[in-house]
């Protein structure tokens, strides 16, 4: 490379970053220093073979195949919050079954009678394992 | 008669952002149409800054749609459509300098990337070039890209690589100071 002062400016020279008055201060030196103008030559090469590299066309179908990847996983997203609604509906059910029961439990060995048992809880069971249900096949189905 | 041709342009002006609106929602929504529409409308940059920075078309081809589905996975996040594409040009850097510090570690790798052949003419001095490119740092190869594939300005294309300017403007300067000396004089090369 030139060991002139003024070789640093050539690049943005040769990209058009040069205005004004350090362009033609550029310009006026070029005309009467042979080492930057064989330089800005070079680099002028290297940058015409950079641009004339040919802009190539991505591969056919490549889009569509991309669209119906991503559509998919935005509706498998979307299908995430319904499924943990029922999970949550679910898991409650069992819970308030559980609450409900424990002040009801018989002794060991006995056998339950109190109508809240026999009512409530069975409905509450089956709900939450319905929902639990619901969001596996729900999941699985997605 | 210049009333009549400023009305046809406003009107035509907000047709096309009706549709470009109409074409966002649709793509937030999932629709498939929609989503095919976004990614031909932005396809060609990504695939060919993949492309010129891995010189691999299977591997353009690979990154070109991992940064699409992630890019696109966000987008019912994505509050300014206009951060959309440079968004997804950054994305696609990534995952590209990301490819490559894998071939650094894995030379045997980047033997069957280098040698893959490109698409268009193969020509001596093209394949000059695409040596040189290869033996570029990562960084220097993403400056070069960003600059001449987007052709964009200093400041965008900093901005793109995630760089201030003055580091941008050096990487590009010994980015093309590496090529010239190892491409050699012109006269060297008859």
Redesign the interface.
Known sequence: MTACRMAAGLQPYLDGALTGEARLTLERHLAGCEGCRRLLEELRQVDDRLRAEPRLAPPEGLAAAIARQAAARQQAMRLVPRRLELVTMGALALAAAGAAVTPYLPPAGLPTATPLLQGALPLAIWGGLAALAAAYFGHTAG | MIATLACRLAGGGSVEADLEARLWQGAR?????A??E???RH??R???LA??MLRS?EEA?DV??DA??RA??A??RLRDERAFAPWLLRITANLCITRLRKRVRNPEEALEAADVPA??EDTL?RLE?EKALARLPVRYRLA?TTF??EGRS?REAAELVGVPVTTF?TQ??RA??M???A?G??EERR
Do not use: S
């Open positions: 929504r999932g629709d498939e149409r989503l095919e976004l990614v031909r396809q060609g990504v695939y060919n492309y010129r078309a081809e070109t749609q699409f589905l696109l996975a987008l019912p698409p268009e001095a070039l070069l001449y594939v200093y403007r590009l300067y093309r100071e090529l010239r000396q491409l004089r012109p």
